[in-house]
């Protein structure tokens, strides 16, 4: 199993980016996908999350409203769209999964890593 991630970049604040999580191995409908980041001096924080088994979806306060989490199955690839970006958004990305059919929202529940994507916001 492999997780590549892509679509990181530098946007001013208010800005949008797509990130892109293709996972490869994995088995559809039988894993949780989770984006996390980590900036810098800071520990590594949950941002969101899909199950590719029910389509499930969980977001966490401060991305609310602003983040999108979807999947497609035919490309086994997991996008978080970010919509308006602020400044404290600004961190390496990572996408996680685990075999699981239901959400986690701890990053030590999650077995498999991708490298991770630079996300600056400007302001």
């Known amino acids: 199993e492999e997780l590549v991630e892509s679509g990181g970049g530098t946007v001013k604040t208010g800005g949008s980016l797509r990130l892109s999580c293709v996972a490869s191995g994995f088995t559809f409908d039988e894993y949780t996908i989770g984006w996390f980041r980590q900036a810098p001096g800071k520990e590594r924080e949950g941002v969101s999350y899909i199950s590719t088994s029910d389509g499930s979806t969980d977001y966490e306060d401060s991305v609310k409203g602003r983040f999108t989490i979807s999947s497609d199955s035919y490309r086994d690839t997991v996008y978080l769209l970010m919509n308006n970006l602020k400044p404290e958004d600004t961190a390496v990305y990572y996408c996680?999964?685990?075999?699981?059919?239901?959400?986690?929202?701890?990053?030590?529940?999650?077995?498999?890593w991708g490298q991770g994507t630079q996300v600056t916001v400007s302001s």
């Open positions: 996680a999964g685990t075999y699981a059919t239901s959400i986690r929202k701890t990053s030590s529940a999650y077995n498999y």
